[in-house]
């Protein structure tokens, strides 16, 4: 019965077959692998702002020194939608999505940092 | 009253159309039947006539079949133009686009079995593509996306297993194509 079921398999489809394991597995170990982030940590002015899960899309102002920094929430992504400080850089660096991912204002004094369910490695914590 | 009789002409083609749509639209019924553990997850039964009208037919034939299971089985189970029929709809059709280039690999190499794979895995695209632009705009589906692959690949390959061997198992009974493969 097995060897009857192999024969209609050309040397193609095996190869064929192989792509899509590793195609399967790289997907589940991409998506499941629990990088992904699940809450913002905002701080102001070095103390926690607020924490946020990404589950649900919002807008959040922070005031800083300098002005108020709109942080965007949507689609388990966060970024700095508009900020008050002169270079914009924590506004370029646009959607943060990994855990461990951090965007900084430093004129502002504002910051934007993803956390997943297990702290990864970075020289900020360490 | 006199009865007025509409006549359509139909060729030999649109009758050997209809009759494989039907046994794709029985392989339909059937797999309804079977319990499923996440919506999404089916075997896709019918997609065996698709494979088999392909190597024997062409992709043109195999176009018209698939199409008109969707759009018959819709009828049949009350979800013409709900959600339920653009994921049909939309995963047939990119099954179909990727069949169409599928069908040029060499017929030494690849059989049915790889046919049936990538199809699997575009008819899957397509649903999702569906679900995230239109039902579920939320990145949280991707969690999802590793199940529907894996039940694709293990599909795939069921599906394409059984065509093959209807095929063998057909061309050893008869060398030309017969008309009626059920």
């Known amino acids: 019965m097995h060897t009857e079921a192999l024969q209609h398999i050309r040397p193609g489809d095996w190869?064929?077959?192989?792509?899509?394991?590793?195609?399967?597995?790289?997907?589940?170990?991409?998506?499941?692998?629990?990088?992904?982030?699940?809450?913002?940590?905002?701080?102001?002015?070095?103390?926690?702002?607020?924490?946020?899960?990404?589950?649900?899309?919002?807008?959040?102002?922070?005031?800083?020194?300098?002005?108020?920094?709109?942080?965007?929430?949507?689609?388990?992504?966060?970024?700095?939608?508009?900020?008050?400080?002169?270079?914009?850089?924590?506004?370029?660096?646009?959607?943060?999505?990994?855990?461990?991912?951090?965007?900084?204002?430093?004129?502002?004094?504002?910051?934007?940092?993803?956390?997943?369910?297990?702290?990864?490695?970075?020289?900020?914590?360490? | 009253m006199t009865p007025s009789i509409i006549k359509l002409d139909t060729t030999a083609e649109d009758h050997h159309i209809a009759r494989m749509a039907a046994v794709a639209l029985g392989l339909t019924v059937l797999e309804n039947a079977i319990p499923s553990p996440l919506p999404g997850v089916k075997p896709g039964l019918a997609n065996i006539v698709t494979l088999i009208v392909l190597a024997r037919y062409g992709w043109r034939v195999a176009a018209w079949v698939s199409l008109l299971?969707?759009?018959?089985?819709?009828?049949?189970?009350?979800?013409?133009?709900?959600?339920?029929?653009?994921?049909?709809?939309?995963?047939?059709?990119?099954?179909?686009?990727?069949?169409?280039?599928?069908?040029?690999?060499?017929?030494?190499?690849?059989?049915?079995?790889?046919?049936?794979?990538?199809?699997?895995?575009?008819?899957?695209?397509?649903?999702?593509?569906?679900?995230?632009?239109?039902?579920?705009?939320h990145a949280g589906i991707a969690y999802l996306i590793p199940i529907f692959a894996t039940a694709a690949l293990l599909f795939g390959t069921v599906n394409g297993l059984i065509a093959a061997r209807f095929m063998d198992n057909a061309n050893a009974l008869n060398s030309k194509p017969i008309e009626n493969p059920i």
């Open chain 1, 15 to 126: 190869l064929t077959l192989l792509l899509g394991s590793i195609f399967v597995v790289l997907l589940t170990l991409k998506l499941w692998g629990g990088d992904l982030a699940d809450k913002a940590i905002i701080r102001s002015g070095g103390k926690i702002f607020r924490e946020v899960p990404l589950s649900r899309n919002q807008q959040i102002e922070v005031p800083g020194p300098l002005g108020v920094s709109v942080i965007s929430i949507q689609n388990r992504k966060a970024r700095i939608a508009s900020d008050p400080s002169p270079r914009q850089y924590c506004v370029r660096q646009g959607w943060l999505q990994q855990s461990g991912e951090i965007a900084l204002c430093l004129p502002n004094q504002v910051s934007v940092e993803l956390t997943g369910s297990k702290k990864k490695y970075d020289t900020l914590n360490y």
């Open chain 2, 69 to 137: 299971r969707v759009l018959a089985g819709s009828l049949l189970f009350g979800n013409f133009l709900s959600p339920g029929f653009f994921l049909s709809l939309s995963g047939a059709m990119l099954s179909l686009l990727m069949l169409a280039f599928a069908q040029h690999l060499p017929k030494r190499w690849f059989g049915p079995v790889s046919h049936s794979i990538y199809a699997a895995f575009a008819h899957i695209s397509g649903q999702m593509l569906v679900v995230y632009l239109w039902l579920i705009p």
